[in-house]
């Protein structure tokens, strides 16, 4: 029999993580005080983050951080996750390339957000801390955190996105389930939500708002912490145990990836599956090419811009250097796949800049008829933002059925779609359209941006 799954024992979960920042040849520029404008330092987020969160966060000298071995006991539950080689796809498309996929979609979130959600909990707890919180739109990050809070023993308070909360009911079961409080916000339990209401009592929640409830709630918390899922530098620090995993297994199965593709939302799982494949170009001269597959609605590599720029809506956030349509820039509400960050992680912003990987841009309808034809040939319901990644993926293997060439292809499946099949329902009906945002609307947003570069 055709091999087609490479498993790899709980002994062989990473004990380290990989540090990207230490290895790139150009450092990503300072994170700013927004008001004096000086580079921030890891102590300035101390009130926010837990400590070794904001530690690893300017890190740029250790390629290595060592996995504590309680919190690799709690990975254990779910990894090593698998590699698995996509024979049926690769039949069905007709192409001679070899597609594996990295499975993130096993992990009792359904997505990769736990490998971050665990380690924060974990640093968390070790720190003394008591409460974790953060926002939440579509509720995986919420849902991740929910059940790493509840595996450390630490209560867990969400604000979740008021029209999310009302749209997405099992999301809101999931994260209860896991023993989390959920707030639909925004809420009257803050300063920032008690404006907001005032001002508007019919006002349907933004994430902007989210945040800026969940940081108020943070900072003025005795033992409480805030959370993020994605974008920042220790969030993809801990997603690179996914990389590292499939290294091995990529051995195993006797190849070496000639393309490694992601989907792109603020880049967590890109840098998860793609830095410990890049180290390889940056010291030996590997040559794998690297693609972040973003949604047309929501283009920050493709079309966005290299400046300063705020992580939130709400402008409260120190500035980062980044790819970034504008911090005020909203994706089109016809606009399912999700990825609907506006901007890119620090790290990547520069190795995008610097030319270490690609990005390309998908429309919404091309990335559910891929993750039809992946659920028809695999037997796995790709999140809708995993679309993406195996839409890139056909593509790339189209162009090996063209060319003859056997080119082997990793992507990651970063989660599965169990609680968001309304977005398929939407393209099985017919009822979905694809949105390309026009350079006038884009240019509408940067330009806020770019008043922050003076
Ligand atoms: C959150 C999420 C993403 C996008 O976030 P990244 O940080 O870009 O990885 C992608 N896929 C799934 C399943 C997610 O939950």
Request: hydrophobic share 35%; with cysteine.
């Amino acid at each position: 029999m055709r091999q087609k799954k490479y498993l790899l024992g709980e002994s062989e979960i990473p004990t380290h993580f990989f540090n990207m920042q230490a290895v790139m040849p150009n450092k990503p520029l300072p994170i700013l005080n927004p008001a004096t404008r000086e580079p921030l330092k890891a102590e300035d987020l101390y009130p926010i983050f837990c400590e070794e969160c904001a530690n690893q966060e300017f890190n740029t000298t250790d390629e290595w951080i060592p996995i504590p071995e309680e919190l690799r006991q709690m990975y254990a539950s779910y990894r090593c996750t698998p590699l698995v080689r996509a024979y049926d796809l690769e039949e069905t498309l007709g192409t001679p390339a070899h597609i594996y996929f990295k499975n993130e979609s096993v992990s009792p979130a359904g997505s990769h957000k736990l490998n971050s959600a665990l380690a924060q909990a974990y640093y968390a707890k070790k720190q003394g801390i008591t409460n974790v919180t953060t926002e939440t739109g579509a509720g995986q990050w919420g849902g991740a955190l929910s059940y790493a809070a509840s595996k450390f023993g630490l209560e867990c308070a969400v604000y979740m996105v008021k029209v999310s909360y009302e749209q997405k009911p099992y999301r809101k079961s999931i994260m209860q389930t896991f023993g989390a409080a959920i707030t639909p916000s925004p809420s009257m339990s803050t300063r920032a939500g008690k404006d907001i209401i005032t001002a508007n009592p019919a006002d349907n929640g933004s994430l902007g708002c989210a945040i800026s409830e969940a940081i108020e709630l943070a900072v003025t918390t005795p033992g409480c912490r805030y959370t993020l899922g994605s974008v920042l530098n220790h969030v993809c620090l801990h997603q690179s145990i996914i990389g590292l995993e499939a290294e091995k297994q990529m051995e195993m199965a006797g190849e070496y990836p000639d393309i490694v593709i992601a989907c792109f939302g603020g880049g967590s799982n890109f840098s998860g599956i793609a830095y410990p494949f890049m180290r390889h170009n940056m010291k030996e001269g590997k040559k794998t090419r690297f693609i972040a597959a973003e949604p047309a609605s929501c283009p920050k590599l493709t079309r966005g811009k290299f400046e300063y720029d705020f992580a939130d809506e709400a402008g409260l956030t120190p500035l980062l250097p980044m790819y970034t349509l504008g911090h005020k820039f909203k994706p089109s509400s016809i606009h399912a796949g999700g990825l609907r960050y506006h901007g890119a992680g620090v790290i990547l912003s520069q190795l995008m800049k610097d030319g270490f990987m690609e990005a390309v841009d998908i429309e919404q309808t091309e990335s559910f008829k891929a993750g039809i034809l992946f659920a028809r040939t695999e037997g796995i319901i790709p999140a809708p933002e995993s679309c993406h990644a195996i839409a890139a993926t056909i593509a790339e293997a189209l162009k090996c059925k063209e060319t003859g060439e056997k080119k082997t292809i990793l992507f990651n499946l970063s989660g599965h779609a169990f609680v968001d099949m309304a977005a398929y329902d939407q393209y099985i009906s017919g009822q979905m359209q694809d949105y390309s945002v026009t350079d006038e609307e884009l240019q509408k947003f940067i330009s806020a941006a770019d008043a922050l570069n003076r």
